[in-house]
């Protein structure tokens, strides 16, 4: 049983460009969701998919979109990059309909100059 | 909606001292709720979840949480610490509703002093 993988590992981005951030579902879930961590801070909700599409989604702009494939692997990006961007951000996938809990990614860090 | 409170951003013990990590949570359903922890620089692993069978749940590496419906709580304890339980440890609910969102408490960093 493969966890959940995440990539990058770290990258730096200039402040007005865009980011797409990649994770791959543990085997078995279908549903992915993401988070944003900023550094002493506990993980934001920004969205998460199920069945290739959007079904929930935290107090993010639009400008953070997403999305999901056919083998539940996800796609994180983020447009117009601002240095309040620069956070951990984290994957987690889970099994729609039970509450067994997330399995997260190690995460991407992502730094904006 | 679903929320945790978790007191205390900094908790300081001796190796081999009892850890206690609070938690008390907020919501108008039975929730399921989970503790996390973060070692420096990695994502989160999960140590134990309570999803409404038993009231003490137990978990990885010698933890535990009690469920406890009249204080609101789900405390995470350990016996006696060890140096390698220095780590951040993050309290979270699923909220009910159409899809399950994780909403973490803001953590508290565990430091174990030799």
């Known amino acids: 049983e493969t966890g959940v993988t995440q990539s990058p590992t770290h990258l730096i981005k200039t402040r007005g460009q865009q980011v797409t951030l990649r994770c791959s579902s543990q085997?078995?879930?279908?549903?992915v969701s993401w988070y944003q961590q900023a550094l002493g801070q506990g993980p934001q909700f920004i969205f998460q998919?199920?069945?290739?599409?959007?079904?929930g989604r935290g107090n993010f702009p639009p400008r953070f979109s997403g999305l999901q494939f056919p083998n539940y692997s996800s796609e994180l990006n983020v447009n117009a990059l601002e240095l309040d961007d620069s956070a951990l951000y984290l994957c987690?996938?889970?099994?729609?309909?039970?509450?067994?809990?997330?399995?997260f990614g190690s995460g991407t860090r992502l730094t904006v100059v | 909606a679903q929320s945790v409170t978790q007191l205390g951003s900094h908790v300081s013990v001796s190796e081999g001292a009892l850890v206690l990590l609070r938690c008390n949570y907020s919501?108008?359903?039975?929730?399921?709720l989970f503790w996390y922890v973060q070692y420096p620089n990695q994502g989160l692993q999960l140590l134990l979840k309570?999803?409404?069978?038993?009231?003490l749940v137990k978990g990885i590496n010698g933890f535990e949480a009690e469920f406890k419906k009249s204080e609101t709580s789900f405390h995470l304890t350990k016996p006696s610490a060890h140096m390698s339980d220095a780590a951040e440890y993050f309290c979270?609910?699923?909220?009910?509703?159409?899809?399950?969102?994780?909403?973490f408490g803001t953590g508290t960093k565990l430091q174990v002093i030799p």
């Open positions: 309570y999803t409404s069978a038993a009231t």
């Open positions: 987690a996938s889970s099994l729609a309909g039970g509450p067994g809990g997330y399995t």
């Open positions: 998919y199920y069945r290739e599409e959007e079904n």
């Open positions: 085997s078995g879930h279908n549903t």
């Open positions: 919501s108008s359903v039975p929730p399921y």
């Open positions: 979270a609910v699923i909220s009910s509703g159409g899809y399950q969102k994780v909403t």
